[in-house]
């Protein structure tokens, strides 16, 4: 099993930068696809960007292509979600979660661990 804690939510102006970060315990975060999912109230869960295993690939959701990049760091067992140009509908419940095996899947069924999220606010 894997332990995820999210950090590095907070409150930004539209058009900021956040730096979120997802800190594994327990296991090796080389082993699983990481992803970022997102919640705002009264919205199902939504995918936002996947990373391999070895950190070569990635993938995104449209309404984040070109604003956000997800990375990893297996030697520090982190995953991180860069957050550029922000804007007040990426205003969610940021989740991170760990698949096992290879498939970067973009649905949250397919994942088997989760953090407990770290809020974003952007405002007008």
């Known amino acids: 099993q894997v332990q995820l804690v999210e950090s590095g939510g907070g409150l930004v102006q539209a058009g900021g930068s956040l730096r979120l970060s997802c800190a594994a315990a327990?296991?090796?975060?080389?082993?699983?696809?990481m992803g970022w999912f997102r919640q705002a109230p009264g919205k199902e869960r939504e995918f936002v960007a996947a990373?391999?295993?070895?950190?070569?690939?990635?993938n995104y959701a449209d309404s984040v292509k070109g604003r956000f990049t997800i990375s990893r760091d297996n030697a520090k067992n982190t995953v991180y979600l860069q957050m550029n140009s922000l804007k007040p509908e990426d205003t969610a419940v940021y989740h991170c979660?760990?698949?096992?095996?290879?498939?970067?899947?973009?649905?949250?069924?397919?994942?088997?661990?989760w953090g407990q999220g770290t809020q974003v606010t952007v405002s007008s």
């Open positions: 979660a760990a698949l096992t095996g290879s498939i970067m899947a973009t649905t949250p069924d397919r994942y088997n661990y």
């Open positions: 327990g296991r090796t975060v080389s082993t699983y696809v």
């Open positions: 990373v391999s295993r070895s950190g070569g690939y990635t």
